[in-house]
């Protein structure tokens, strides 16, 4: 097994759906070139239906609770991040240090116990940023609303900004996603295994304001979606090599399970990227907060997933995609711009209240309606992460590669 697999090795069979069955992992070439052209067919049909029906979705009456009209809503989508390789969440070398400097003063509020409802980015997005839910399993995702679709009609303006592909097998969920907002840029016309991704930071120029919301519109918010490459392998592609700070010499003498760091230089030095892509994205995330620091705003920032990097014994050379603690465990952080916390305050301490219960991305979409105050149809406060009705016993069940759902 190589250092760095495939990006689509080891995720799951169906994309769109969330009916995991087997993992390339086990399956013969033969059977992979099957598989995966029958998923990818029924996707491209299921998702060109899904993209039509979505306009005649009944999403029921939907009530407003809270004067939002003039605050802006980010929602950062990170990749491939573990919490606990970053140094906000306890990592030893100082690889965040703009959110170190945002969670001192009170304005950035860390999550301490969320994982991913998925192990892979189609996975995972397609639930957090859908109503969607495994209360609902085995329907699948795209029979539910998108949350830009959702915040459009309740009076806000979307705006989805990506980094990641625009097109492939097995990746067309995520476009189709982003398609659902009213407005939506990638920032470069890539497709599925075309590395050639611009760096995060060519987002900054992109990020949206309210002046991009037409004249003759009623909307007064703006909601963007900003998705970047993150900490995407290969991970020596996500820091430029003239911002990189970490040198191998510099980690850690263990990992942050415990087990020893590898000593060979090639594996310690995957380790070392991994950890200056971190660095680069705090960077990356600060700017996006200076954007809209100004302004009363709200900007939730998450990974998609997390990574196994050589802690399994039983796959020490393994560093990827993986159903595993590591492989779930991401971060989730909430900022409050200085006039959003002060004409917000309760608002504020709903979320601070929040920030130590058991969490699923899944509900992400949920949460964020409710933190907002709109109510429709598939609203469920108990499903509301930040809500003081919030179901603090739900179980956290993510699908195993044989399709056995594991606790986390």
Sequence with gaps: MPLYSHRFLSLLVVYP???????????????RIYQGTTDCLRDARDLAAYAEQIKH???????????????????????????????????????????????????????????????????????SMSFYTREDEPTEWYKFPTLPFVLSKAGYYTYWLSNQERQGAGLQPLATLAMTADSTRFAKDRTVGNWDSAEDLDLIPLLGSQSMIPQESKVKALVQVVHLMGSHSPYSYRCPKAMARFQTTDLPKTLPNGMPTPSDSKRSEIIRDYVNSIYYNDLVVSKIIEH??????????????????????????????????????????????????????????????????????????????????????????????????????RHRLIPGYDGTPIEF
């Design 57 to 127: 979705i009944d999403l029921g009456k939907i009530e407003h609770s809270e004067d939002l009209d003039s605050a802006t809503i980010v929602i950062i989508i990170g990749e491939s991040m573990r919490r606990d390789y970053m140094h906000c969440y306890g990592y030893p070398l100082p690889n965040t240090p703009k959110q170190d400097s945002l969670v001192a003063t009170g304005d950035l509020i860390l999550f301490s116990d969320v994982v991913s409802s998925a192990s892979w980015t189609v996975g995972s997005v397609s639930q």
């Design 292 to 393: 809209f620091a100004s302004k009363p705003a709200i900007i939730l920032h998450f990974s998609d997933h997390g990574q196994a990097i050589f802690e399994n014994p039983q796959r020490p050379d393994y560093c990827e995609h993986e159903v595993s603690q590591p492989g779930v465990s991401i971060p989730l952080m909430v900022y409050f711009s200085p006039v959003m916390r002060q004409s917000h305050p309760e608002l504020y301490a709903r979320v601070l209240a929040a920030k130590d219960r058991k969490i699923m991305t899944d509900l992400i979409a949920n949460s964020v309606l409710g933190l907002l105050g709109i109510k429709m149809k598939y609203y469920n406060p108990q499903l509301d992460f930040f809500s003081p009705s919030y179901n603090t016993s």
């Design 17 to 31: 759906a969330q009916r995991a069955t087997r993992s390339f992992l086990y399956m013969a070439p033969a059977e």
